[in-house]
């Protein structure tokens, strides 16, 4: 999956394309959000509202999410995956 990406992009759009990421990893693994909040210690509602584009996580929880996905921060930063 990737994502386009330029330094001109507002918040939103870049809360809601992390979010989207996010919830493809997690689907592609075959979690839940009760599941994968269960694995990375992040809350479901914290999980859902990145889902939906509305969360601006910590960075801990970004991390711990990252992790728990498998996923290379670095691919975050690029909106690939």
Do not use: W
Not at 33 to 56: F, R, W
Not at 57 to 74: E, P, S, V
């Amino acid at each position: 999956m990737s994502i386009a990406y330029n330094n001109t992009m507002p918040k939103e759009e870049i809360l809601l394309k992390l979010g989207h990421i996010i919830k493809y990893a997690r689907n592609k693994k075959g979690l839940t959000q009760d599941q994968l909040a269960e694995l990375s210690n992040v809350s479901k509602g914290t999980i859902a509202s990145l889902e939906c584009g509305t969360a601006n996580l910590r960075f801990m929880n970004l991390y711990q999410l990252a992790k728990t996905l498998d996923i290379d921060m670095g691919v975050l930063n690029n909106f690939q995956l």
